[in-house]
Each structure stands twice: as C-alpha cells, then as structure tokens.
C-alpha cells in the first residue's frame, strides 16, 4: 500500500517523504484552521445558522482539498475563501437585503458556471480578458475590505456622525482584547511562526476567558452540529434569482472566486518550483477539484470554496505532493468534534485573523504598474471602492467602469478585450439598477 502511495504520488520523484508530507499537511491545517470559526462568524451576520455553517466550512474544506490531492496531486489546501464570504454575507445579504437562501443559490449557480467554464477550458480567454493589474488590485482590494471588517468587529474602529469613522474607544475591555490579538499574530507572522493565525486567535481566547470577557463553554468535544438549516437549501431558491441584479452577484461570485483562486494556485506552484514554461501542469485538474468543493459547498451550506494562500506554510516546510493536501483535509474532518468552541471564538478572537490575512493579501499591490496613470487610476478605484463603499462589487464596478475610459484616453484602447467593453456595460448598468432606481 505504502508503495502504491509513494509511486503515484511521486514522493521519491519530489525528493520527499511520507512522513514530511503528513507534516506538511499538518502544519497547513494549522495555519488554516482559523476559518472554522471566522467563516460561522462572518456568515452568520447573514442570518445563517452558525453551527451548520460550522459543519458546512469542514466538509466542503476536507473534500476540496481531498480533490486536490488526489486529481491534481498539489500540496495545495481549500476552503471557504474570505473575503467572498465577507461579499456575500455583507454586501449582497446586509447591503442589499437579499436573503441568505438566495444568495446561496447565487454561488450554487456560480459553481455551476465555474465548472462549464472548465470542462470547456474557457478559463484561459477569461484570465487573458481581465488585465493583470485589474486582478492584484481586486485581490488588494478585498484584503483593505476585510481588514476594514475586522478593525470594525474588533471595535478598533467605529462609526461616527463627524468622521464618518473614528478610532474606538480605549476603555473597552472587548478592544483591548482585539489589540492583543493582533500584537500576537503580528508578531508570529514576522517571526514565521507556523499557524501564526491560529495560534494568535488561541492567545487572544486564553485571555479572554482568563479575564472573563469571554465566557468558557460549557464541553470541548460534541457530535458535529446539524446541516438541515443549510443543506440543499441552495436548490430550493435557485428560481429567486430573477434580476440582473441577483445576476450581477452571481457574476462576482464567479469572477472573484475565479481569479483569486487562479492567482493563488499560480503563486504556490511558483513556490513549490512547479511552474514549466510559465505554465502551471495540471491546472485544470486542480481547478476542477477547487470547482467541485465550491459546489458541494453551496449544498452544504457555505460561501466559495478556493484555494488557500497558507498552503504555503505546508509548501515551506517540505510539502511538495498531493498528499499534504489530503492530510489536511482529514484534519478537516477531525475537527468536526470541536464546535463547542464556536461560543469562545467572538468576533474579537476573529478580528486580528482578517485584519493580518488582509494584510497578505495586499501583497499583490505591488504587482501594479501605478506610474501608468490608465492603469493605476482604475486599479486605485477598486482598491479605495471596496472598504469605502462597504461592497466588493461596487469597487469591482468603478475599476472596470473607468478602465475602457482611461484606455481609450490613453490612445490605448485596442489593447483592451472585447470582453472588458462588455464588462463595462454590465457594470454601468449594474450601478444604475444597484444604486439609482
């Protein structure tokens, strides 16, 4: 058996071994586990059922990345992405009013595009579509978008009538607590400490439940809470959608999750030395596994499933197979015995984790050719839009608006897609029918 894991996963090949690849899959799970409790959290502002929510966020994780290991055999890990679980349960449920049930039909239909888009390996004429710079910054953008989310939760920043925001106020135990976590897992992460998130989100609940700010639950190991609030629940309501505005959020389901989750599989093949001729082997099976997880978790009862960047704490310590991806994934499923928690994991414990993975994911800012005012004024557009307009869509919206324009001012405008002009009525009638009538 030990040899047939080893020939097909090509672990002599990699120049690994079983035992660093356990390691690795552990190692990713760790860093990663914070979306168990942060992924309940942010979609329970939605009205979802945290517990199935829970139970939804592990499976779908544990099959995506068991998919992943065995069809693409990548040491890359999936989840519940952040970021479109932020768009989902606060832009498209709380900003727009649409009801959770409807917009879990929304990335059930965009699953269903997702793997059409596969299966015929249009993937390519997409990414070509959208420029470069447009995607880093709408992978910044939503990185200021949820680090704005956790500032706010955590009670580090607070509306107010002259301002519009202020700092919070200091003598309120809860920040405090907030301001912790993040001290914590800032410094983890500077000193790359394995799971930084993870571990600063467990300090960060230690003191509160020592200083009573959190209370203590009353078990830590349970039967894995019920799916019936969610399950299948997508199917029911996929007649809902039924505007071009419900449209418009199942097109940004697909196009955020799309490009994010493309971005990050092409980053973590180029850490793992993967990448060929400036092209990633074996991308559509791992695409048709990321798609299938993201189907399977609009059934269950969660946002998109993609790719996680901290795959590529596995990747550093060794991991270079798929079956660092599926020993994350049977850690997935482990840990549906630990939803007891879910009641000390407040919104200050989750706080730091999407302020620091927002942080991460304004990496990619860099990539932006900001002296090239055509580009750098729409990418600047979706960047700025996002936390300022509280919706990742509207920031999509306004960069993909101005961008033909600026093109075209900048007798650049042959060089922009066909695809892009028709993204730019879309959008423009995507605003009006959102924020006019």
């Not at 793997?115 to 579509?129: G, N, P, S, V």
């Not at 993967?274 to 009862?301: H, I, Q």
Request: with cysteine; hydrophobic share 55%; proline share 4%.
């Amino acid at each position: 058996m030990k040899e047939k894991i080893v020939s097909y996963f090509e672990i002599e090949k990699l120049n690994t071994t079983v035992r660093r690849e356990v390691l690795a899959g552990f190692t990713t799970f760790i860093s990663m586990a914070y979306i168990l409790f942060v992924n309940p959290t942010v979609l329970g502002a939605s009205g979802m059922d945290e517990g199935a929510v829970f139970t939804a966020t592990a499976i779908a994780s544990a099959l995506g990345c068991i998919l992943m290991g065995i069809l693409a055999r990548y040491p890359i890990a999936t989840a519940p992405a952040l970021g479109i679980n932020a768009f989902f349960a606060y832009s498209v449920c709380v900003g727009m009013g649409v009801p959770w049930e409807t917009a879990l039909a929304g990335v059930f239909v965009a699953s269903l595009i997702f793997i059409l888009i596969t299966i015929f390996k249009l993937r390519e004429l997409i990414i070509d579509a959208i420029p470069a710079d447009l995607k880093y910054a709408i992978s910044g953008g939503i990185g200021l978008f949820i680090a704005f989310l956790g500032l706010s939760e955590g009670g580090v920043i607070v509306s107010n009538e002259s301002t519009l925001v202020a700092l919070g106020p200091l003598n309120v135990g809860t920040t405090w607590l907030t301001i912790f976590g993040l001290i914590v897992t800032a410094i983890l992460l500077v000193r790359r400490v394995p799971g930084g998130i993870f571990i600063g989100m467990a300090a960060t609940t230690v003191l509160g439940l020592v200083t009573g700010l959190i209370q203590a639950p009353d078990k830590l190991i349970s039967s894995a809470p019920s799916l019936k609030p969610t399950f299948l629940v997508a199917l029911k309501h996929v007649g809902d959608i039924n505007s071009i505005q419900l449209w418009v959020v199942v097109l940004t389901f697909l196009l955020v999750t799309f490009f994010d989750t493309a971005g990050t599989l092409v980053g973590l093949a180029n850490q793992a030395g993967f990448m060929k001729d400036n092209k990633m082997p074996r991308v559509g099976k791992a695409l048709a596994a990321d798609s299938t997880a993201m189907l399977a978790g609009s059934l269950l009862g969660t946002s998109p499933v993609g790719a996680y960047v901290e795959s590529s704490a596995g990747i550093a310590v060794g991991g270079r197979s798929g079956l660092t991806a599926i020993t994350t994934g049977v850690f997935f499923i482990f840990s549906l015995l630990f939803s007891p928690l879910l009641s000390v994991v407040t919104s200050q414990v989750t706080a730091p984790a999407l302020i620091v993975v927002g942080v991460l994911m304004a990496q990619s800012l860099s990539q932006i050719k900001w002296k090239e005012m055509e580009i750098a004024i729409p990418s600047f557009l979706i960047l700025l839009g996002m936390p300022l307009t509280y919706s990742i869509s509207d920031g999509i919206a306004l960069g993909f608006i101005f961008y033909p324009i600026t093109m075209i001012a900048a007798k650049r405008g042959k060089e922009v897609s066909p695809i892009m002009y028709v993204l730019f009525f879309v959008f423009v009638g995507f605003m009006w029918i959102l924020n006019v009538n």
